[in-house]
């Protein structure tokens, strides 16, 4: 029982941040500076963190990190990407 309920708390902070990283992503691209864009996923992944230990109760920096934090940057990171490259439109030589 209280595996289950321990899988359930890393799950739910997975899904909190894999959403979170791909929304900021998203909205990163329409600040139009790489440096404004890496200081909002910063801000937001801090905010996120403190709302994620909240939810599955206070656990520590190392647990967080490991169970969102890492997936929240590559997740942002590849929608940052894609949505920058898709909104440029193709490079003409």
């Known amino acids: 029982m ?3 309920v321990e899988e359930m708390k890393q799950r739910i902070s997975l899904i909190i941040h894999s959403i979170a990283g791909i929304i900021i992503g998203y909205l990163s691209v329409g600040l139009n500076s790489a440096l404004y864009a890496f200081g909002l996923m ?3 992944l801090l905010v996120i963190g403190y709302v994620s230990e ?3 109760e206070k656990k520590g920096m190392k647990w967080w990190f490991g ?3 890492i997936l929240y940057i590559l997740f942002w990171l590849v929608a940052w990407v894609l949505v920058y490259n898709y909104s440029v439109g193709p490079v003409v030589v």
């Open 42 to 44: 910063i801000a937001v």
């Open 67 to 69: 169970n969102g934090g």
């Open 2 to 4: 209280q595996y289950e």
């Open 54 to 56: 909240y939810i599955v």
